[in-house]
Every structure is written in C-alpha cells, then in structure tokens.
C-alpha cells in the first residue's frame, strides 16, 4: 500500500519535539498530490496503524504530536495543536489557534476555531462550535 505522505525534510522543534512537514503522496479527498501540509512528529504516522489516516489532513502550520490521532475526513489547520492523547475525527476540524490536548476528543462535524482550548477528557461532537 502506498504511503499517503512523505516528508519534506523540513522540521522544527516545538516544546523540545521534532516535528516533520509532510507532503501528498497521492490525490485525496480535496488534496492534490503535491500538496504540502502541516507538521507532525515521526515516522509512525505512517505505519499501519496511522496516526493520521483516512481522507484527514493536517495544514498551514499546524502541528499533531504526541499520542494524537487525527482520522475519517478530520481537518486541522492554521496554527491549531492537537498533541497529547487527543483525538480529531469524523468531519470536525480544528483551525486557526486552537488547542486540543490531554484526552480530548473533537468529532461528527464539530468546529474548534479561534483561540479555543479543548483539554482534559472533553468531548466536542455533533454540529458543536467551540
């Protein structure tokens, strides 16, 4: 199976952790092969068990690490950190400079913009904005 990223050898260090900028490998969803994304933290995103799988993306500046899992058709993008034990899923998106952290979990179609903060066991899903 195809790897539905790659990086693009360049990387940054956030909180004393290295993060990649990755690129489409492949066209999917409403991503071209080409596209660069956001950044995220290592070679295990792209095992099997990926962390961010299905048509999900990570752009701009935005940064997955950690144990996060971004899935489904999940978007984060801007300068939005999901990090931590979080999870991103189904049709939500995180944008601008939000934060979700901890156990957090943002799904259905929900939307986590601005300068929000999602963190300990919170859940955010339906048609719920934040």
Same mark, same amino acid.
């Given at each position: ?36 994304? =956001? ?14 799988? =299905?048509?999900?993306?990570?752009y ?5 690490y950690?144990?996060?899992?971004v899935?489904g $058709? ?14 991103v899923? &189904? $049709?939500?998106?995180?944008s =601008? ?10 799904? &259905?179609?929900?939307?986590v ?14 048609n719920?904005?934040?």
């Amino acid at each position: 199976m195809q790897r539905k990223y790659e990086f693009t050898g360049e990387v940054k260090v956030v909180f004393g952790i290295t993060l990649k900028q990755i690129r489409a490998t492949l066209s999917f969803g409403t991503i071209a092969k080409g596209d660069v994304g =956001g950044w995220i933290e290592g070679e295990t995103n792209f095992s099997p068990d990926a962390r961010v799988s =299905g048509d999900a993306w990570v752009y701009g500046n935005a940064q997955v690490y950690g144990n996060a899992q971004v899935s489904g $058709d999940a978007w984060v993008s801007g300068n939005a950190q999901v990090s931590g034990n979080a999870q991103v899923s &189904g $049709d939500a998106w995180v944008s =601008g400079n939000a934060q979700v952290y901890g156990n957090a979990r943002v799904y &259905g179609n929900a939307r986590v913009s601005g300068n929000a903060q999602v963190y300990g066991n919170a859940r955010v899903y339906g048609n719920a904005r934040v």
